[in-house]
Structure formats: structure tokens, C-alpha cells
């Protein structure tokens, strides 16, 4: 396998893992859990009703803001970065 | 001329001085600065553009009303708007930014080497993206009438002439550094009235951790539970609790989150900057500013239930002191009316008003009207009337005195333009209201006409039509473009077809059925061929579109619908706007379907597919 095929390979591997917590928290936590969850308290809120309408968005945030960061050192690694 | 519209002129006047002086100062030069700003936005000025760019009149200034009326349910618009960005900066913008070329139709003819699939995108974009900006040029129409009084159509061609300065001369260049501005504008204009409620309402000033506080002089009841606790009493179901069905919900969030991916105006955005690199971050700073206004929106939502429930429901549900009477209601609620955006009916004409669920009373007695209104058969209508009289006599309502739901119109929309009046907030945050809106209505509206010209002089004239124009041409034909697209908006916006609150299934679904599988596929499958792309383009398109149709009638025209358009008549219980979703699955499986049954791509394509993996330029990675 050369160069570009195996960055591509570690690229849909961070890929793969970062959509599975983006699936967990909006999709998992926030409509297929969310009434299992509502019965814990997060302050005022219930558990599954924050990640729909708070924790989901700010976990996104936080997502993209890693991928981009370990996008930037797997292009050092292959040396594909650009000019 | 009062004090508050005074002071309101003085805000908008000076925002759009400042839209205007931006203009003058960049103009576009050549095509390169005219579609993407000479690839020279920095990443997190970009990222704010973006954030204007993607907020529209609907982020602004309906989604707390629909959180406020949905509850928990109105999430999959949160999520779904949101969680866009995530598959956008990991699946299609660093790639395309890769790939470097201006528009999304010419990626997409390029990578599946046909005209014809380019063709198919620019249709997908142009529909999209004109049934989008309609609704902006009311919502800046709606924002003139009601805060500056003066005409709706008055209002539509300001707002036309100032997109018109800042998009015809500065193309990209000129929307970016505008929409800048427009974001602080509207994020302020969103944020400050939400903090004084909030502090209003629970002491705390920042509306996420309001939301989820208790309420001031209460002896710790947290707002939810109390909000809760409120809209039950009156027979609505809780705030917090899930009403739809779970695969609705699911779909719904689904079909957003890839609609929002596949559209087309926020993809470009992401063409205008440096390098491959920003163009990854450039999408998490973008949702940073846009998670400022959509986390700030559920506080918002709430709030404004809340005060609009406690206005009414003055005391205890039943008592005849509990209701608000009409005489002494407060002046908000006399100004919306006139607007026809709230109205009330004392049914059983005690002087009071009663906002109540009544279980589907009021809805029959307006269905009936509408029946006979209509001329036909009336008998069904009267039917279901008399079964929910019948069933709100038994209710512990018909007790009270209680003769149906008198709050007989409140519009979703007035949440966040009235809240400043709900809550008594002094009168320059109600001119910044009014300016947000205008900005959040404006910069949308020049994203989406942008895309529009875009893809008229350069993929229709330059690509197909006289490919031999030189630059100084393409650029004079896409300020052509624009002005005649400007020119559509605003003939729509005044004459709305009868569709224009149902257009936003109609954009995403486009976008998620067709543009997003086809970019995404374009970059991920190497072994995608054109008859696979445009198959299953065409298949995620027709279903798509099939759907909507057969309940929302054909192109929209009620008479020609196949079923009604509720639950029941639903397929597996999935209304037309969570339909994208699967007609982005149909678009899959047809696409691998015909490619695996057809020939391989060229050799040069697999080669620009391999290219547009690594971020390092083309010419460079051969030597590897």
C-alpha cells in the first residue's frame, strides 16, 4: 500500500470514529434514548431533553474542532500537507 | 412619528450605511473574486460569514416560535441544523475545497465526466435555492411593515436595492465582508433581549444555563418542571415530552443534517478560503457561531411560552379571576393583532380569554367553516365537529364554563419579534431586534442569489452555452445573472405562490435526495461512474419529490393531492419534509445498483478522485 492510500485509510478511520459520537449523542442520546435518559437530572433539565436541545450541538462544536486537528497531523505524518 | 420608531430608523439606517460602505470598499475585479472571493477569507471570518449566510429569516426569527409551540419535539430542527456541519467539514468541504473550482454543478459534471449530470445539479441548485430566498424576501418585507410601518412591498424593494449594491458589484468579495457584519448585527439583536429574559425570568443571565435554573421567587422550581407543570394543566401535553412518532423525529433530524450538507450556498462559502486545511476548521468556527444562536433559541423558546401562558392564565386554571380579561390585555398583544399574526374569539363571552388545548374543538369548528366556505359536502366535517363537542363537554373544561380555545391564531413567528414587548425591555432592543432580522432575512437572501448567478453564467453560459467568453464576459454575464435573479426573488416575495411556508421541505429535500449522496459518493467511491451519479441522482429526486407531491398536491397545488397530509396517511408514519432521508437511501442503493452493472470511470477520473484525497497540490503529490 503506498503513501496516499494508507493516509487515506487513517482519514475515513477518524472519520468512521467521529461520526459514531456525532450518531451517539443527536441521534442516540437525543431521540432513540431520550426517555431513558429524562429520568436522570441534569440541574434543571432532564438528561435526554439537554442533548437535544444543548448537549448535541455543543459536542458537534468540539467534533469538528478535533477532526480538523488530527486531520492537520495525519497530513504532517504522510507528508501530504500543502505549500 | 413615535419615540420607538424613531429610534428603530436610527438602528436600521445605520446598519445599512454600513452594508452599503462595505460594499463600495469590495468590489469583485475578475469571475475569481465575483463566485469565491479570491480564495483569501480567513478561516474564522469565514466561519462568521458562513454563520450569517446559513442563519436565515427561518434560524432567526421562527425557530423559537416553533421550539416554543413543539417543545422537545422541535430538537430534530436544533440537531438537524446543526449536526450539518459535522458531515460538511469531515465529508465534502475539505475535498472540494481541494478540488478548486467555483461551483458545486461543476464538481459534480467534472467528477462524473457528464454534461448531463451538471445539468441535473444546476436544476437541483437553482429550484432549491429560489424556493429558499422567497421566503427571505417576506421575511424582510414582513420586518419593514411591521417595525418601520411602512408598506410590505415598499420594505421588499429596499431590501431588494441594497442586496442589489452589495451583490451585483462585490459578487463574493462583497456578500462575505457584508454577511460579517450582518452576523454581528444579528447576534446581537438575538442574544441581548434572551439575556434580559432570562435574568428576568430565573436570575441567571445566560439563557442555556437559565434554561436549566430555577425560576426567581419560586423556592427552587426549576423553569421546565414549572413550564411543564403549566401547559398540562391546561390540557397541552408537557414541554419536555416526546408527541411525535420516534422514526418521524429520527428521519426528520436525518433529512435536515444532510439537506444542510447538500445545500448548495453553504458549500461555496467554504470554496473561499486558502487552503484545504481552513477549509475543515473554517466549518467548526462557522458552528460555533451559528451554536451561539441555536443553543441560546431553546432559553428563548421556553421563555416566551412561559410569559405568554402566564399572561393569560393570570391565576388559577377554572377560577373566574384565573384568565386574562380582553379589556385589560396589554398593548403587544393589540399590536400583533393588527398584523393578523394573533388573534382571539371570546366563545363563551365572559370578557376573558382562555387559552387552552380543547382537543381538537377548534380546529373542527374552523375545518367546518372551511368546508363550507368551500361549497362542498359538509356532512364529515359536521360529523367530527359533533364527536369533539361531544368529547369536550365530558372535559373538566365545559365545568369551568369554558365553550372552546379562545387564542384562535398565535403565529410562531411573533415569539422572538414580540419578546422584547412581552418582557418590557426598553425600546433599542426592540429597533435591534427588528435590524437582526432584516440582516439575518438579507444575508441569506445574497448567499442563495449568488448561487443562483453562479451557476447561470458559469456553469450554464460559460460551461455548456459559449464556452469561448473570456473572463471580463463571464464576469458581466454573472452580474447579469444576479440582477435577474434579484428581480425573480422580488416578483416572488410580493406574489408568493400559495406554497411558500412549505418551501423548506421542498429545498432540503432537494439537497439531501440529490446534491449531497452525489457529492459524497463523488469523493468516497472511487469506482462511481456517471450512469450510477445521474441514476440514482434522478431516483433520489423522483421519490423525493413523488412524496412531497402526492400529499402536498403537484407543484404544490392542494386540489391535486393524492391523501391528506397528516399521520395516518403517512407511509410507516414519515411526513414529507423526513422524506429526504430515504430518498438520499434510494439514491445510494439505485447509484451502486447501475454502476456496478456498468463500465469502470476513465483513468483520469480514479486520478482526480485519488487527487482530491490528499490535500497536497496535484503537481507535487506525482513526485511521491
Redesign the interface.
Known sequence: M???QK??QA?IRL?IG??IV?FFV??GC???F??QL?AIR?????LG??F???G???T??V???F??WR??QL?RKF????? | MTNLMMTTYLVVGATFALYLFIALKSRAKNTGEFYVAGKGIHPVLNGMATGADWMSAASFISMAGMLAMGGYDASAYLMGWTGGYCLLAMLLAPYLRKYGKFTVPEFIGDRFYSQSARLVAVICLIVASLTYVIGQMKGIGVAFSRFLEIPFQTGLFIGMGIVFVYAVLGGMKGVTYTQIAQYVVLIFAYTVPAIFISFQLTGNPIPQLGLGSTLSGSDGVFLLDKLDQVVTELGFSAYTAQKGSTLNIFLLTMSLMIGTAGLPHVITRFFTVPKVKDARSSAGWALVFIAILYTTAPGVGAMARMNLMHTIQTGEVGSPEGNLAIEERPQWMRNWEKTGLLGFEDKNGDGKIQYYSDNGLSAAEADLAAARKAGGDVTAAQAKLDAAAAQHAESKFAGFGWKGNEMTKVDNDIMVLANPEIAKLPNWVIALVAAGGIAAALSTAAGLLLAISSAISHDLVKGMIAKSIDDKTELMWGRVAMAGAIIVAGYLGLNPPGFAAQVVALAFGLAASSIFPALMMGIFVKRMNNVGAICGMLAGLGSTLGYIFWFKGFMFIASTAMAPDNAANWWMGISPGSFGAVGALINFIVAFAFSSITKAPPEHIQHLVEDIRVPMGAGAAQSH
Not at chain 1, 441534569?42 to 432532564?46: D, E, I, T
Not at chain 1, 507528508?79 to 505549500?83: F, I, K, M, P, S
Request: hydrophobic fraction near 50%; aromatic fraction near 24%; charged fraction near 5%.
Open positions: 503506498n503513501n496516499a493516509y487515506w482519514n472519520v467521529c461520526l456525532w443527536s441521534f437525543g431521540i432513540l431520550v426517555n429524562n441534569l440541574g434543571g433539565y432532564q431533553f439537554w437535544a436541545q444543548q448535541s450541538i455543543y458537534f462544536v467534533l469538528i474542532f477532526y480538523a486531520m492537520n497530513d507528508n501530504v500537507e500543502e505549500a
